[in-house]
């Protein structure tokens, strides 16, 4: 059975830093795209990231560049997601999602496989 379950989420300060795993069981997470999402409360889901299976092609959200930074351990079948500088408007339910494909996407129709999700709230 494919799953994914998220961690790593919790309270930090503005321009502190967090890093979320994802951790992918049933299948080989390196054959898959995948990507990280958040969904702020009365906001839709958002695509923050995706790395592409093989050349581990990476992108994205114009408002994380610089200061996100997602990467894959195939040993540990775990895709990560390192967030530094974070401010405010980055909190939000974290998910990272999975799919047999070959290009990544920033939008939630892009995936079949979603985990539960993790809390990150930046707040002082």
């Known amino acids: 059975q494919l799953q994914l379950v998220e961690s790593g989420g919790g309270l930090v300060q503005p321009g502190g830093s967090l890093r979320l795993s994802c951790a992918a069981s049933g299948f080989d997470a390196d054959l898959y795209i995948i990507g990280w999402f958040r969904q702020a409360p009365g906001k839709e889901r958002e695509g923050v990231s995706c790395?592409?299976?093989?050349?581990?092609?990476?992108d994205y959200l114009d408002s994380v560049k610089g200061r996100f930074t997602i990467s894959r351990d195939n040993a540990k079948n775990t895709v990560y997601l390192q967030m530094n500088s974070l401010k405010p408007e980055d909190a939000g339910v974290y998910y990272c999602?999975?799919?047999?494909?070959?290009?990544?996407?920033?939008?939630?129709?892009?995936?079949?496989?979603w985990g539960r999700g993790t809390q990150v709230t930046v707040s002082s």
């Open positions: 999602a999975a799919d047999y494909n070959l290009y990544c996407s920033g939008y939630v129709w892009g995936y079949e496989y």
């Open positions: 790395i592409k299976p093989g050349d581990d092609t990476v």
